[in-house]
């Protein structure tokens, strides 16, 4: 199985950056992993939230090939304990040539994007900033492969 994330826009934030890197080439010793980040859209100040919704949902479904499963970051999507995540992520190896999970913009995910998905991952009942969910996301993408392993980053 490979594992993409899908990201809306580019991280501004080093310490962001520095955080995604760090559990990025940690997370790579494990399953082929890659990030994919959708440009930044122009011109939002004159588009309603739909509109900005809508267009970013487009640029998420062109990303899609024929296969993939695709699991939205999500407030609204289930939540885990990590190691149930683990559980479920080792339940699709075999079942998934490319698990897709997607992080969208400020404004979340437009309709077509919502019909498309196959699931929803809540990470936390908090809301945290799309930028910021970034990290904690690969955090416990690295934490969930760690159990799965049986190292000792995880303390259960």
Do not use: C, W
């Amino acid at each position: 199985m490979r594992i993409t994330l899908i990201e809306s826009g580019k991280t501004k934030d080093p310490f962001i950056r520095e955080g995604v890197e760090l559990f990025r080439k940690r997370v790579i010793r494990y399953v082929p992993f890659q990030i994919e980040t959708l440009p930044d859209l122009k011109n939002t100040r004159n588009m309603t939230m739909k509109e900005v919704q809508e267009k970013e949902g487009k640029l998420i479904l062109k990303r899609l090939k024929p296969g993939d499963y695709m699991i939205l970051l999500d407030e609204r999507g289930q939540e885990f304990h990590s190691i149930s995540f683990a559980e479920y992520l080792n339940g699709l190896e075999g079942r998934v040539n490319r698990l897709l999970f997607v992080i969208g913009g400020p404004y979340g995910f437009s309709e077509e994007v919502y019909k498309r998905a196959d699931a929803k991952l809540s990470l936390s009942k908090l809301t945290f900033s799309h930028q910021l969910v970034r990290v904690i996301f690969m955090e416990q993408l690295y934490r969930a492969y760690t159990i799965l392993k049986g190292e000792p980053y995880h303390h259960a």
